[in-house]
C-alpha cells in the first residue's frame, strides 16, 4: 500500500519563526490533506491540496504531485500552533486516508 | 463543511466491560469511517460504516471486538467491547464532504477512552 513519511518528526521553534514541515508519499494521489491535531486532540483540516499552492494566514500549503511530496509553511509561528501535524492522503483500500506518523511542533514564547 | 460530534467525550473503563461511541452528521452523508489512535501514535482505520449492510473491517479489526451500527446517512455507533487497556486510545469517526468533484474528509472531536 501507499507510504506517507514526515518529517521532521519533531520540531521545537521560537515564537516569531518559520518552519517547512514535508510530507512524501509513494505513489500518486488523487487526495492530499493536511490536519492540525491540537493538544485536546481534535483534527482541524487545514488544506486539502492534492495539487498546487494555497494560503491560509500564516500557513501556506504545496504539493508536487508529480515529485511526490507536499510541504507546510508556517509563518511568525505562535505558541497556539504548537501540537501535531498531520499529512494523510487518499490511499486505502475502502476510500481512506492514510495517515503519517506526524510532525510534533512545540513553540516556545 | 460538515460539523460532527461525539459522545462521551472522554470514559475512563474497568477491563472486560463495553463502551459504545456516538457519532452525529448534520448532513446527510455516504462514507462514514471510524479511526482509532493510540497514545503517541498515528490514525488508523478501523473500519467503513455502511448504512444499511455491515461495516467493512480494516485488517486487523474485527466485528466481535468493534460492533459498528449505521442506522441512516447522519449516525453511526462504534463499540469497543471486553475492553483491556491495550484499547485505551482515541477513537475518531470521520465523514467525507463532497464539493466541486472532490472529496475532503472532517473528523469528529474524538471519544478518548482509558481502560485501567
Known amino acids: 500500500g501507499i507510504q506517507v513519511e514526515q518529517s521532521p518528526p519533531d520540531l521545537i521553534l521560537q515564537e516569531g519563526a518559520n518552519s517547512t514541515l514535508r510530507c512524501n508519499f509513494s505513489?500518486?494521489?488523487?487526495?492530499l490533506q493536511w490536519f492540525h491535531q491540537n493538544p485536546w486532540g481534535q483534527l482541524i483540516n487545514l488544506f486539502y491540496?492534492?495539487?498546487g499552492t494555497k494560503q491560509n494566514g500564516r500557513l501556506s500549503a504545496t504539493t508536487v504531485a508529480t515529485e511526490r511530496y507536499s510541504l507546510l509553511y508556517i509563518s511568525s509561528s505562535q505558541t497556539t500552533d504548537s501540537g501535531v501535524y498531520f499529512c494523510?492522503?487518499?490511499?486505502?483500500?475502502?476510500?481512506?486516508?492514510?495517515f503519517g506518523k506526524g510532525t510534533k511542533l512545540s513553540v516556545k514564547p | 463543511s460538515a460539523v460532527i460530534s461525539q459522545k462521551p467525550s472522554r470514559d475512563i473503563c474497568q477491563r472486560g466491560t463495553s463502551l459504545t461511541i456516538q457519532c452525529q452528521v448534520d448532513?446527510?452523508?455516504?462514507?462514514m469511517f471510524w479511526y482509532r489512535q493510540q497514545p503517541g501514535q498515528s490514525l488508523t482505520l478501523i473500519a467503513t460504516?455502511?448504512?444499511?449492510?455491515?461495516?467493512?473491517?480494516e485488517s486487523g479489526f474485527v466485528i466481535d471486538k468493534f460492533p459498528i451500527s449505521r442506522p441512516n446517512l447522519t449516525f453511526s455507533t462504534l463499540t469497543v467491547s471486553n475492553m483491556s487497556p491495550e484499547d485505551s486510545s482515541i477513537y475518531l469517526c470521520?465523514?467525507?464532504?463532497?464539493?466541486?468533484?472532490?472529496?475532503?474528509?472532517?473528523f469528529g472531536p474524538g471519544t478518548r477512552l482509558t481502560v485501567l
Open positions: 494523510a492522503v487518499l490511499g486505502g483500500s475502502q476510500g481512506n486516508l492514510i
Open positions: 491540496i492534492p495539487s
Open positions: 470521520s465523514v467525507v464532504v463532497w464539493a466541486s468533484g472532490s472529496g475532503e474528509q472532517f
Open positions: 505513489d500518486s494521489v488523487n487526495n
Open positions: 448532513s446527510q452523508v455516504t462514507m
Open positions: 460504516a455502511n448504512q444499511g449492510s455491515e461495516a467493512t473491517y
